[in-house]
């Protein structure tokens, strides 16, 4: 099984006209997500490469019966893009857009989930959703993932997705579903909300969890597992060396204080169970062994 999508999930990108989504979007396609359409206000009518475009999300759900939608507009027009996929119907939204204004996604969430609760939002600033073989989502290269379980992945950080994917293939260990949480202040999916469906899906017999320093999530995570996750958890934490006050790669990432610091995250992750890694390739041979020890 998979996580959020599967062979079945028809998904529209709205900006598909812009020169990400239109890249991105017809390279999904090409893997084979069931891409439908795509949506730009003032170009209903034409296609891009064969594939309809409408000019809003509920003219696209209603012709096509699209669940999902892939978000691939600027920053500017990011938030508004969300709420008109969660008003027209659609009830997964993947935004890899980078830069939205913290405070922009903070309104946006609040409003998800009063007005939308049905809506899972994967991001933003994430690389998307990959369950290979089945539906890419997002930026992810089909090409490192590797179909037929038994790992989920979840991460905070792009770059280390894919090295995680990477390493897993490269051992022959297949994937369920691998989930770009995104690293921005306010992601829409959290670590806990993946690690509940993994634990629920009974192909993912164990999960990669790979944080970063800032924010607290990843010990919110480790005390959910404590008490929810039965599946064995290999975990690597990004950011050892960082030093305080200063943003590493994401707007999530800077430590406050004592604050999310690496050294906390791991300290917790460890005190739940978790297998810490100290490097991606260390967290990849532990799964290795933990894989074929199952």
Known sequence: MSIFVDENTKVIVQGLTGSQGRFHGLRNRDYGTKIVGGVTPGKGGSDVDGVPVFNSVKEAVEATGATASFIAVPPKFASAAILEAAEGGIALIVCITEGIPAHDEAVTFNRLVEEYPGVRLIGPNCPGIISPGKCNIGITSGDIALAGGPVGVVSRSGTLTYQAL???SQHGIGQTTCVGIG??????TNFIDCLAAFQADPETKAVMMIGEIGGSE?????EWIKINMTKPIVSY????????????GHAGAIISGSKGTAQAKMDALAAAGVFVCLNPTEAGEKMVEIVKAL
């Open 166 to 168: 990477h390493e897993l």
């Open 183 to 188: 690293g921005d202040p306010v992601p829409g």
């Open 218 to 222: 990843e010990e919110r995570a480790a």
């Open 237 to 248: 934490i990004a950011g050892v060396t960082a030093p305080p006050g200063r943003k590493m």
